[in-house]
């Protein structure tokens, strides 16, 4: 069982910066691939970013590609997105992710999600 509690949301004018954060419970936080998914008001749930157990290997939506970094820290049983050059269409709320699979496509864990607003 693993527990997520993001935080680090908020309201940002365009092309401004935000570093989201993910803790984990458990002592098992390694053995799982983590990501960041996204929903905007009206639309479905995106994917946005993973990274692999090791922190090894990241992987981005093309619409954040170049703008948001994924990375980990398993002693601290964190995980943070970076997210700079923000766009209105960045709008949404946020949400961390835990999965036993390398890709992280339909993962076993949620948090409760962040909300960020990207004001134009």
């Known amino acids: 069982q693993v527990q997520l509690v993001e935080s680090g949301g908020g309201l940002v004018q365009a092309g401004g910066s935000l570093t989201l954060s993910c803790a984990a419970s458990g002592r098992t936080f390694s053995s799982y691939s983590m990501g960041w998914f996204r929903q905007a008001p009206g639309k479905e749930r995106e994917f946005v970013s993973s990274i692999s157990r090791s922190g090894g290997i990241t992987r981005y939506a093309d619409s954040v590609k170049g703008r948001f970094t994924i990375s980990r820290d398993n002693a601290k049983n964190t995980v943070l997105l970076q997210m700079n050059s923000l766009k209105p269409e960045d709008t949404a709320v946020y949400y961390c992710?835990?999965?036993?699979?390398?890709?992280?496509?339909?993962?076993?864990?949620w948090g409760q999600g962040t909300q960020v607003t990207v004001s134009s």
């Open positions: 992710a835990a999965d036993t699979s390398p890709l992280v496509v339909r993962p076993d864990y």
